[in-house]
């Protein structure tokens, strides 16, 4: 029997998210910015546990972009700290739930100190296989490319590359989530409508789900909005309507 929900996908596989909005709630709230950046920390652990029970297999948040560099030093300081401190106290939790952590950005740019935590946490968590909780920190969609793009032609240069073998999924297995699925969904909260620097290339046939949530007021009860959206909707991957209808037949 042919029916419009049975090409609709059910969960997906890869969840990414924007996490914006928190300086905004810490200035409604009566609060300084790192406030809102703390008060962000409980919907992430939330959002960790709704998706790894939803069935979800891979979550990206982004946590600090390329660009935050440029905010001031006080507010980069608090977040720097923020995440030494909240990679300390969660990954015992983490590793007992079965979750594998992993980070990507440009860690040369980071604290010494939240590297080794970095480090430490993907060495503990390696072998677990429920949910890949990936961390971006320091990450830009621009960098991410460009550190595709040197490793590709350094093994041009040295010969074990030929250039016409470079494809899509070269490119592929030279990103920063090698070895995992690009997002089926990202959410961004926070009222932008906009990828500011996030997964450039992944993002090329994801669902986008933007909501005027701001992250610290997220939580279970919108991930599950979020995924019920993803559920209705139709992905073609630029086949027709009834090319899918007739598959699912
Ligand atoms: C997102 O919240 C967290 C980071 C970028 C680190 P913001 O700090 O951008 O919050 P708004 O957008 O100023 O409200
Ligand atoms: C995007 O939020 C980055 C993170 C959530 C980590 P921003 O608040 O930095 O984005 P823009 O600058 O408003 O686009
Ligand atoms: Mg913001």
Not at 46 to 62: G, I
Not at 209 to 227: E, K, N, R, V
Request: with cysteine.
């Amino acid at each position: 029997m042919s029916s419009g929900v049975s090409v609709r996908p059910v969960r997906p596989t890869h969840v990414a998210i924007i996490m914006d909005g928190n300086g905004r709630w810490a200035t409604a709230n009566g609060k300084p910015r790192h406030a809102g950046h703390r008060a962000g920390v409980k919907s992430a652990r939330q959002v960790v546990e709704a998706c790894a029970e939803s069935d979800v297999k891979v979550l990206t948040l982004f946590a600090f972009s390329s660009e935050n560099w440029k905010r001031p030093p006080s507010e980069v300081d608090a977040l720097m700290r923020l995440f030494v401190e909240v990679l300390q106290r969660e990954v015992d939790t983490l590793h007992e739930n079965g979750i594998q952590l992993r980070f990507i950005g440009n860690r040369e740019s980071l604290p010494t100190i939240l590297r080794k935590r970095m480090a430490d946490a993907e060495a503990r968590t390696a072998a677990n296989s429920r949910m890949t909780l990936v961390l971006a920190v320091a990450y830009g969609g621009q960098w991410d490319m460009v550190q595709a793009m040197r490793r590709i032609s350094q093994k041009v240069r040295s010969g074990d590359l030929d250039p016409a073998d470079i494809d899509e999924a070269l490119i592929a297995r030279h990103r920063a989530l090698a070895g995992l699925p690009s997002p089926d969904l990202l959410i961004r909260t926070g009222g932008e409508q906009r990828v500011s620097n996030f997964l450039l290339w992944d993002l090329a046939y994801t669902e986008l789900c933007f909501t005027d949530t701001l992250w610290p007021d997220f939580g279970a009860d919108q991930i599950a909005h979020a995924l019920e959206f993803f559920s209705q909707r139709q992905r073609r991957f630029g086949r027709t309507g009834d090319q899918l209808e007739a598959v699912a037949d």
